[in-house]
T-cell receptor, first 114, second 116 residues
Framework: KQEVTQIPAALSVPEGENLVLNCSFT??????LQWFRQDPGKGLTSLLL?????REQTSGRLNASLDKSSGRSTLYIAASQPGDSATYLC?????????????FGQGTILTVHP | DTGVSQNPRHKITKRGQNVTFRCDPI?????LYWYRQTLGQGPEFLTY????????KSRLLSDRFSAERPKGSFSTLEIQRTEQGDSAMYLC??????????????FGAGTRLSVL
C-alpha cells in the first residue's frame, strides 16, 4: 500500500526566504506526482505535475523535483511572500489499474510572515 | 467555465439522518472523483467515475455510502444513517481523462459535513 509522508508538518518563515518542502513515498512505481495548494476551508489547486519520466517542473517561483528511485520529491519556493501562506499537499498517482486515484500526504502548513 | 461546483458548501445534520451532496464537474471532463478530508489530514480517495461508469470504490466507502453519475454529467454522493465519524470535508474533482496533459485533477471547494 502506497504511503506518502510530508516533512515538516508546519513551517514558519519570514518574507523573502527561500524554502523547501519535502515529500516521500513508499512505492516508487508511480505514474506521476502532483503538488497542490489548499487555502483554509477551500478546495485544492494544482501547482505542478511531474510525470514519472521527468526530473523536475517549474512554474514561476516554484520548482518541484522528483527522484523516483529514492521515493522523494521536493517543492522549492523562491522569495516567499505572505500570499504563499497555505497548506501544501503532495499526491502520487500509481497509474495502471489505479490510474487517477491519488494518494495524498498529510500536508505542510506554511506561514510566511511580513 | 466556472470550475468544479459543489453544493451545499456546508451541511449540519443529526446522527441517523441521510444527506446528499452534489458535484458539477467542468464541462467535457470525463472523469469525476470523490475524496474525503478530515482535519489536519490529506484527502483520501473514495470513488471515481469515467463518464457514467463507477470504476473503483475505496474500502472507506461503506454500504451506507452511494455515489452516482447519471448521464456522465453531475454526480451525487449520498450518506445514509449518518454517524459522527462521517464528519469531514467531502471534495469532488474532475479531469479530462487519461493520458499526458489530461490527468490534472481540478477540485471543487468541498462540502463540509458536521454530524451532531
Amino acid at each position: 500500500k502506497q504511503e506518502v509522508t510530508q516533512i515538516p508538518a508546519a513551517l514558519s518563515v519570514p518574507e523573502g526566504e527561500n524554502l523547501v518542502l519535502n515529500c516521500s513515498f513508499t512505492d516508487s512505481a508511480i505514474y506521476n506526482l502532483q503538488w497542490f495548494r489548499q487555502d483554509p476551508g477551500k478546495g485544492l489547486t494544482s501547482l505542478l505535475l511531474i510525470q514519472s519520466s521527468q526530473r523536475e517542473q517549474t512554474s514561476g517561483r516554484l520548482n518541484a523535483s522528483l527522484d523516483k528511485s529514492s521515493g522523494r520529491s521536493t517543492l522549492y519556493i523562491a522569495a516567499s511572500q505572505p500570499g504563499d501562506s497555505a497548506t501544501y499537499l503532495c499526491a502520487v498517482d500509481a497509474g495502471g489499474t489505479s490510474y487517477g486515484k491519488l494518494t495524498f500526504g498529510q500536508g505542510t502548513i506554511l506561514t510566511v510572515h511580513p | 467555465d466556472t470550475g468544479v461546483s459543489q453544493n451545499p458548501r456546508h451541511k449540519i445534520t443529526k446522527r441517523g439522518q441521510n444527506v446528499t451532496f452534489r458535484c458539477d464537474p467542468i464541462s467535457e471532463h470525463n472523469r469525476l472523483y470523490w475524496y474525503r478530508q478530515t482535519l489536519g489530514q490529506g484527502p483520501e480517495f473514495l470513488t471515481y467515475f469515467q463518464n457514467e461508469a463507477q470504476l473503483e470504490k475505496s474500502r472507506l466507502l461503506s454500504d451506507r455510502f452511494s455515489a452516482e453519475r447519471p448521464k456522465g454529467s453531475f454526480s451525487t454522493l449520498e450518506i445514509q444513517r449518518t454517524e459522527q465519524g462521517d464528519s469531514a470535508m467531502y471534495l469532488c474533482a474532475s479531469s479530462l481523462g487519461s493520458g499526458f496533459g489530461k490527468n490534472i485533477q481540478y477540485f471543487g471547494a468541498g462540502t463540509r459535513l458536521s454530524v451532531l
